[in-house]
């Protein structure tokens, strides 16, 4: 299915969700040592099982093996042409594709990426570029490292891309492609093991949600960490409506995109201000209703009862 370029993709807004994300993920980063702060969700009255278990791969990581991956031509089409030419990894942003990117058409042209999936997780990105006509450019497309580590993924193996284009000058889309996969040297053991250990908190009709923990000292004031799964036969948006930390009503900021048979580390965030005006000190009991969106129509597919979890 291709999924049709939101809001929150185009350029206008890139810088702002760059800020959004760096924020949401700070905490997820960090290694065992440095989770002060993160409180484990120890109980739930919602339905689902909730025997989730451990994953002990992800409690001792396995140093990375150096990661290649063989040139290949991503997609041609009306005089556009991407080739992913090498694997690298940066210290700060992380591992990334080399892309060379070959304009051979008369006019400029904006290469975005929809959705940009490893290891069959949903990863965030912010690649968008333009290219004059007639013109070439090498870009990076970056693997965020925190992602990565939030998924517990330690050797990339595979990586699926879904492009669009668009008018640079009116930023309107031209055309959306479809999926592209590039499996790396480590394709063949790669490991595919969910990284669902918690609380399970849902689980119907395919789409089931873990959480993991609750972080108080979080960028921007608390964060629930959060599993995602989708094998309902379509892409979906989750979101959170309704939320309450302690009794008091606060305003959880969470959407996350997950396409069909993929997962996601998600963070729902609460703002600090929201806390400090209702004197939360410490996050102990939450209650919240979950809601499952179609991606492409937004239509409402399902719609939670309230669930409550502790972290207590």
Not at 279 to 300: C, G, M, P
Request: hydrophobic share 35%; proline share 2%.
């Amino acid at each position: 299915m291709r999924m049709k370029k939101k809001w929150y993709k185009r350029p206008w807004v890139i810088i702002l969700i760059a800020m959004v994300a760096i924020g949401a993920f700070a905490s997820v980063g960090k290694t065992e040592k440095e989770k002060s702060g993160k409180k484990e969700i120890t109980s739930s009255d919602s339905s689902g099982d909730n025997s989730a278990t451990k994953n002990d791969a992800n409690e001792e990581k396995q140093e990375s093996k150096k990661v290649t991956i063989d040139e290949q031509v991503l997609f041609e089409k009306d005089g556009l042409k991407v080739t992913a030419t090498e694997y690298k990894t940066d210290d700060i942003w992380g591992d990334g594709i080399n892309l060379l990117i070959e304009n051979n058409s008369d006019q400029s042209i904006g290469l975005g990426c929809t959705a940009l999936i490893v290891n069959d997780y949903m990863i965030f990105d912010l690649f968008s570029e333009t290219i004059a006509a007639g013109k070439k450019s090498n870009e990076m497309m970056y693997l965020s490292s925190s992602d990565l580590e939030a998924a517990g993924i330690d050797n990339v193996g595979k990586i699926e891309i879904y492009f669009h284009t668009f008018n640079p000058d009116t930023y309107m889309p031209i055309d959306y492609l479809d999926c592209v996969t590039i499996e790396t040297s480590a394709y063949d053991s790669y490991d595919t093991t969910p990284n669902d250990a918690g609380q399970e908190l849902f689980n119907s009709n395919g789409v089931r949600i873990v959480g993991k923990y609750v972080d108080e000292n979080s960028f921007w004031g608390a964060g629930v960490l959060l599993y995602i799964e989708n094998t309902i036969g379509r892409n979906v948006v989750v979101q959170c409506d309704n939320m309450s930390i302690n009794g008091f009503m606060v305003t959880p900021y969470f959407s996350a995109d997950v396409y069909d048979g993929k997962k996601a580390i998600a963070d729902i965030t609460i703002m600090s201000s929201d806390l400090e005006d209702n004197n939360i000190t410490s996050v102990d009991d939450i209650e919240l209703v979950f809601k499952i969106l179609d991606a492409e129509t937004y239509r409402s597919i399902e719609t939670s009862d309230p669930i409550s979890f502790s972290t207590k």
